[in-house]
Every structure is written in C-alpha cells, then in structure tokens.
C-alpha cells in the first residue's frame, strides 16, 4: 500500500476547504496511508522585494525538507511542472509502485511558489493547469485527482 504525505505551506482555514479535504482523505484511507503536513507560510510584508520573498521560500523549504519522507519519490506542484490528464497520474502512480517506490511526497507551496531547491529535489514536478489557483484550493485539487486515480487503477465507475 502506498504512503503517501501531502506536504503543504498554510494551514487550511476555511471551512469548506477543511470539509473537502476530509472527505478526500477519508475516501483516499481505503487506497493508501496518507497525511497532510502543513508548513506556516512565512510572513511578508504588504509589498516585499524579491530578496525578502526568497528568504521566505528558503526558509519554507528548510521546514519542507524536514517534513520529507527518507527515501520517498518527491513530487513538486508548480506551474511551470509538467501537465498530465487524470490516467495520466494513475499511470504515474502505478508505476511508481511497480518500481518499488511506496512513499510518495507531493509539496504545495504557499503564495509564492516554492523556492528552487525545493524543485530541485524533485523527481517530478506536476502542474495542474497553466492558470492559477490559490494554493489551498489547489490541495483539494490534488486530493480529488490521486482518489481518482486509485479509482482508474482499480477500473471503478467514479472516473468518467
């Protein structure tokens, strides 16, 4: 069974993105192990510069790199990521388990994106959509796709 960690910067607050992403990692329990790992968003000035912009990512990913699963295939959400469909990702995931790879890490970033050493370790990185989406609904996105996913692998009726 895969192990599967959503590393995500901020915390979810709005109610109806809590009650999704429940659902999503209830439905998701009877597929993988899975849990979610939020990392505080650095705070930032009303307009900072670049340099203060990119101390916040560092720091971001210094808490991310702690959260990483020894040994996991890390998978990096971010726009400039490589898009796929949703058999697309089951693929990728049933081949991720056929190469012995039983963790999995995906990490969103925050606002700003995710610093560059981040996307480094990456073995993969995904992106949703060429359009932007603010990045707790994109967590919701991710959960919907991967019990999609198991739902393809399995050959269920929940993918149409």
């Known amino acids: 069974m895969l192990q599967i960690r959503l590393i995500c910067v901020g915390k979810l607050r709005e109610k109806f993105y809590n009650d999704a992403s429940k659902e999503y990692l209830n439905r998701l329990s009877g597929y993988c192990k899975i849990d979610v790992e939020e990392i505080a968003e650095a705070r930032l000035a009303e307009r900072p510069s670049g340099a203060e912009i990119d101390a916040a ?3 971001e ?4 790199s702690d959260k990483l699963i020894k040994g996991a295939a890390v998978i990096a959400l971010c726009i400039e990521g490589t898009q796929t469909n949703s058999a697309g990702l ?3 995931l049933a081949r991720y388990a056929a190469d012995g790879s039983s963790r999995l ?3 969103i970033g925050g606002s700003h994106g995710l610093h560059p050493s981040v996307k480094e370790k990456a073995g993969f990185c995904l992106s949703m959509s ?3 989406f603010p990045h707790h609904l994109a967590r919701i ?3 919907e796709q991967l019990y999609r996913s198991f739902k393809i692998l399995e050959g269920g009726k929940y993918h149409k």
């Open 130 to 132: 060429p359009m932007t």
């Open 57 to 59: 990512l560092k720091a």
């Open 90 to 92: 089951a693929g990728r």
């Open 61 to 64: 990913a210094d808490a991310i």
């Open 105 to 107: 890490c995906f990490i």
């Open 141 to 143: 996105m991710l959960l």
